[in-house]
């Protein structure tokens, strides 16, 4: 079947830890996104990639780091200098100009 | 910049009600429209779209219809059940490539319905 995984689907960090999400896609799609979502609130965009070996900074970047060295694979580092990293984070892909799919999600607790 | 703006929640309704969540946005241009789904602790679902104008998405039953002139993208449906409950977001994507096709949301607006 084809889709869109998120590994693993509970993450606990302890502070002053990098941690690394991964997002896997086999729906052969060129764009891949990371989403960041808080309580009650909407998503907003952390990194996203259009092809392989570029990814461009969304509106939240700070902390974050990303990499993109296979077409299929999008994974996120949530680095010690994310302050308040605890969230549930969402991965997506897209065929160029069109709608997203996503992932099931990450929830991330920083202990 | 553009943006999109969503009726506060949470909305509650008894089963078999008709529902409307508003959905407005600011956006330069011809942006697509979304509305996606989140039931708890998962991913979003894509529930309907539009990419131009008059367009009317539909899919299980949920209806909204993309109206320029009053920059709004409200979803319908005439009968909830139960099983909506849900949170619902509204979306748009930017009508330039450049912008990297990504989407801006609305906040969400939570549905319960009741039996």
């Known amino acids: 079947d084809g889709g869109i995984t998120q590994s693993p689907k509970y993450l606990f960090r302890k502070e002053g830890q990098n941690v690394t999400l991964s997002c896997e896609q086999n729906?052969?799609?060129?764009?891949m996104y990371w989403y960041r979502q808080d309580p009650g609130q909407g998503l907003r965009l952390i990194y996203y990639?259009?092809?392989?070996?570029?990814?461009q900074k969304g509106d939240i970047a700070e902390g974050y780091s990303v990499s993109r060295e296979k077409k299929e694979s999008f994974p996120l580092t949530v680095t010690s200098a994310q302050k308040n990293p605890t969230a549930f984070y969402l991965c997506?892909?897209?065929?160029?100009?069109?709608?997203?799919?996503f992932g099931p999600g990450t929830r991330l607790t920083v202990l | 910049g553009d943006s999109v703006t969503q009726m506060e929640g949470p909305v509650t309704l008894s089963e078999e009600a008709f529902l409307t969540i508003n959905c407005t946005y600011t956006?330069?241009?011809?942006?697509?429209l979304f509305w996606y789904v989140q039931y708890p602790g998962e991913g979003l679902q894509l529930l309907l779209k539009?990419?131009?104008?008059?367009d009317k998405g539909s899919n299980k039953g949920f209806e909204a219809t993309y109206r320029k002139e009053t920059t709004s993208f409200h979803l319908e449906k005439g009968s909830v059940q139960v099983s909506d409950s849900a949170v619902y977001f509204c979306?748009?994507?930017?009508?330039?490539?450049?912008?990297?096709?990504?989407?801006?949301f609305g906040q969400g607006t939570e549905l319960s319905v009741k039996p």
């Open positions: 729906l052969n799609h060129d764009a």
């Open positions: 997506a892909s897209s065929p160029q100009d069109n709608e997203q799919f």
């Open positions: 956006a330069t241009g011809y942006p697509s």
């Open positions: 539009a990419t131009k104008a008059d």
């Open positions: 990639s259009q092809i392989v070996n570029d990814f």
């Open positions: 979306a748009l994507r930017p009508t330039f490539y450049n912008q990297g096709g990504k989407l801006i």
